[in-house]
């Protein structure tokens, strides 16, 4: 399902081209997009927060598709300013978000199969054991939990703390990372995602270090805080 976004004609083109046969439906109203929602069962909602000339419809929309309780993952594409997005995030329990003017349609195709394939697998939550203080399954945004608390991380952010996580205590080479974002295969991406993931930790942890910047080699997770660098 696509949200009244105005190239939403362009990204249901960029979705069919990816995944040919797929079923993309346009809504363009508030109540349409309601109506829909409450009618039909979609794998993915991808919304933009003004619907016409109702600036906030998206965020009725997604508040609707919680309400329903199917657990349907939602990509918010928006003119909002980036460095708000987590806070849309947080408040919606929305999955990611792209903002307009700052992506290409790899980023975008990428991004909307990624989140596809996730609700499709319905991946079970990855857990750690009961006494370490992260839980976290990169494929499910409500899912990574610090010390009981959740983590507001977009999904790519998400793969990147799992694949430190998972090898916690040894470095994780920028070409290891680079596997796993899906696009801005480069160390300044690599860096801002790095910050992102420090961000959200520091909101529940203000004295959060745990992730260690090892330099012209990548991170590395370190479980002693007294280790890691900022």
């Given amino acids: 399902m696509h949200g009244g976004w105005d190239r939403c004609n362009c990204a249901r083109r960029w979705i069919q081209a990816a995944r040919p046969g797929i079923q993309v439906d346009n809504w363009f109203t508030r109540d349409d997009a309601e109506a829909a929602i409450a009618r039909e069962s979609y794998d993915v909602v991808v919304?933009?927060?003004?619907?016409?000339?109702?600036?906030?419809?998206?965020?009725?929309?997604?508040?609707?598709?919680?309400?329903?309780?199917?657990?349907?993952?939602?990509?918010?594409?928006?003119?909002?300013?980036?460095?708000?997005?987590?806070?849309?995030?947080?408040?919606?329990?929305?999955?990611?978000?792209?903002?307009?003017?700052?992506?290409?349609?790899?980023?975008?195709?990428?991004?909307?199969?990624?989140?596809?394939?996730?609700?499709?697998?319905?991946?079970?939550?990855?857990?750690?054991p009961a006494d370490d203080e992260l839980s976290i399954d990169p494929l499910r945004q409500r899912?990574?939990?610090?010390?009981?608390?959740?983590?507001?991380?977009?999904?790519?952010a998400q793969r990147i703390l799992a694949a430190l996580y998972q090898k916690r205590g040894q470095v994780v080479s920028y070409d290891e990372l680079f596997e796993v974002v899906k696009s801005g295969r480069n160390r300044d991406n690599i860096r801002k995602h790095i910050s992102t993931i420090r961000e959200a930790f520091r909101e529940l942890d203000e004295h959060f270090e745990r992730i260690e910047n090892i330099p012209m080699r990548g991170f590395r997770w370190s479980d002693d805080p007294a280790q890691a660098r900022k």
């Fill in 143 to 156: 899912s990574a939990l610090w010390r009981g608390k959740r983590i507001n991380l977009p999904l790519t």
């Fill in 47 to 128: 919304l933009d927060i003004e619907l016409g000339r109702e600036r906030n419809a998206g965020i009725a929309i997604i508040n609707a598709i919680n309400k329903s309780r199917q657990g349907t993952p939602v990509l918010v594409v928006s003119a909002m300013p980036a460095a708000i997005y987590r806070s849309i995030m947080k408040a919606l329990d929305a999955w990611d978000y792209l903002q307009k003017t700052t992506f290409e349609e790899s980023d975008f195709v990428d991004t909307f199969l990624e989140i596809l394939r996730a609700a499709r697998e319905h991946p079970t939550l990855v857990a750690a």
